[in-house]
């Protein structure tokens, strides 16, 4: 069977390549469950005879989206190398915050890792239904600033791994910041500089898709899942990227920009790894991540990818606020916040 005509979301597909890759022997694949998650891969969950359980991701060459959206299905590999990367960073302060790699197929394109164990929830569900644990916030917080500031003291080591940003430009760069840019032309000029600017700072590893929506909370801790986006570049992306879907989520969860302010950015600029850092914990560095907040908010309207819990006229007040936001930038986050959540009518 051949990568373009593999689908592991079928039964018998995958079956019969996990029985050909040498995985497990007929009749060993005891469950099989289609995964919902991103847009960008087909993630199955399998269960074995023996008891092991794993789940499969095989990466799209043309994304689950509207609006036409492709990338190359070799960024899984990425994804594997950033899994044994990741797992070796965090093995000290956070261990098991990574699943273990199991096999990466390099010809048909498909990654088999450990499942997390039950039980396990998905955080961004945890937040929509209103569930909050300030502590998830802290943690996911410190999680970031320790992959940044770790690795950005071993960038000799991992600089080169990771040099290659294709794949961040693809599924970054053109479809949140480039086709915003040509949706709402009044941010153009914003988010153009706000490329360059991104570009321009490689300073350490960047996972490109820090989010609620990929982690899971199991035994009262975070797990972080899909890293196809990681390499070597601007951890202010991370931040904002981060930041945008935790604003978001307060028209839903009952939280407070307050507390959000008090348990995310500020446990991520806390963490230890980073705040030693002059470059990852200056004013300028502090701005640059504000601005890529605001560019990732208007993304998520405006983009190639907008959010699918909001209707169109939630997606046109963030725009508007936003658009708002950009024109008269904010000075630091809490003003951020506060500026955000009044003019959307979420503040508590």
Request: contains cysteine.
């Amino acid at each position: 069977m051949d990568a373009a005509s593999l689908d592991i979301e079928n039964r018998a597909d995958c079956q019969r390549y996990l029985v050909a890759a040498g995985h497990c022997r007929a009749g060993e694949v005891t469950e099989h469950k289609v995964l919902a998650g991103g847009v960008s891969s087909r993630t199955v969950l399998v269960a074995f005879t023996d008891g092991r359980r794993w789940v499969l991701k095989q990466s799209l060459a043309k994304l689950r989206v509207a609006a036409d959206w492709f990338s190359d299905p070799r960024r899984i590999h990425r994804e594997a190398l950033g899994m044994r990367v990741l797992g070796e960073l965090l093995s000290m302060t956070y261990p098991g915050r990574i699943p273990r790699l199991m096999f990466d197929d390099e010809t048909n394109h498909v990654l088999g890792m450990e499942a997390v164990p039950e039980p396990h929830e998905n955080w961004k569900t945890m937040l929509m239904d209103g569930r909050v644990h300030h502590e998830y916030f802290s943690e996911f917080g410190r999680i970031l600033g320790t992959i940044h500031g770790a690795s950005y003291i071993l960038g000799d080591q991992y600089a080169p791994l990771f040099a290659d940003r294709t794949f961040f430009e693809t599924l970054r760069i053109e479809p949140y910041y480039k086709y915003s840019s040509i949706q709402a032309p009044v941010a153009g000029t914003f988010l153009f500089d706000l490329i360059e600017e991104t570009r321009g700072n490689a300073l350490c590893l960047v996972h490109g898709d820090f989010s609620p929506k990929n982690i899971l909370v199991h035994n009262k801790h975070l797990v972080l899942l899909d890293h196809e986006v990681i390499h070597w570049g601007d951890p202010a992306f991370d931040v904002g990227f981060a930041m945008s879907h935790l604003l978001v989520k307060t028209r839903f969860s009952g939280y407070t920009a307050h507390a959000l302010e008090n348990n995310f950015p500020d446990d991520y600029f806390l963490s230890d790894e980073l705040w030693e850092n002059p470059t990852l914990s200056s004013d300028e560095y502090r701005r640059r991540c504000l601005r890529h907040t605001l560019a990732c908010l208007l993304a998520r309207a405006v983009g190639r990818s907008p959010l699918e819990y909001l209707n169109a006229a939630a997606r046109m007040q963030q725009c508007n606020v936003t658009l708002s936001l950009i024109k008269d930038l904010p000075a630091d986050f809490p003003e951020l916040l506060t500026r955000f959540t009044r003019a959307m009518g979420t503040e508590f």
